[in-house]
């Protein structure tokens, strides 16, 4: 049965706050729970997802497909290690500069995907405000500095301006002595905090074995901050449980099944 899916942009108005490796934890957090995710890489100015997991010389990605130079359907790179989809970038040697119209038809394509959600990996900045009536949600990741928290609020109101639903996610929190309060935080932002992720010496590790955080200890406390993320939509997803469309492959046999590969590593 045929279902639309549930499509949420990783974003934030500044670089480097961690979207790449929010967006990679919670795809891999909701595939743990059998949902089907397409992670779908749309930075196309760096090398972000390929890099992350490690992924070499692939074929055609996001580029290819918004350009019309390749399917959609050819070009989904499955991740061996969860079963998970992904879209994967592929930066250019140029600004690539997308025609409006290339970008809407390829998110009316994805929109139409036989998948539960769509997790959409950015380049920082604000997005094409003809794309906003495909996302069901943004997450705008942030870090508690003053810089990146009020960019975020810019990112806030756009998001209010298109009418498309978005949280804040301070990430990197316990990182610095002097980062801001959560009550400072929320006064600059004007809304209240998602969800907190803490720093952790979990991530850098994960980047150096180029392996999804919630592969290497789901109990570390970043993995317990994606997690407190993923309820949010798999709560919302309640309805797509009982239309039956979830893989269901066996929570605890794939549970057992991915320990033995942490533990190989
Ligand atoms: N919670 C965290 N704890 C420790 N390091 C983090 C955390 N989140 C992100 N990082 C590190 O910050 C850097 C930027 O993260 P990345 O996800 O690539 O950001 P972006 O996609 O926003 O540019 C990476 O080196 C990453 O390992
Ligand atoms: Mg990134």
Redesign the pocket.
Known sequence: MDKKPFIIMVA?Q???????????NLAAALTYQDYRVLLVDT?VD?F?IME?LGIKGVGNGFKEIVTGKAELENSLFVYQNMDLSIILGSPADEATIFKPDQLVKFYAQLAKQNYDFIIL?TK?GMFPNTIARYLNDVII?ATPDSPSIASSAKLASYCEKLKVPRRLVI???G?SKYEMSKEDTERLFGDVTFVT????????E??AKQKPVYLIDRGSP?AA?IDQIARVYTLKAGDVQESGTRKRKGFFAKLIGWGAKAEAK
Not at 14 to 24: E, R, S
Not at 197 to 204: F, H, N, S
């Open positions: 934030s500044k670089g480097g706050v961690g979207k790449t490796t929010v967006a990679i930075d760096s972000s992350h990996d920082p990741v990430n990197r929190a990182y992720v803490p720093e952790d010496k979990i991530v850098p994960s980047l970043f901050a």
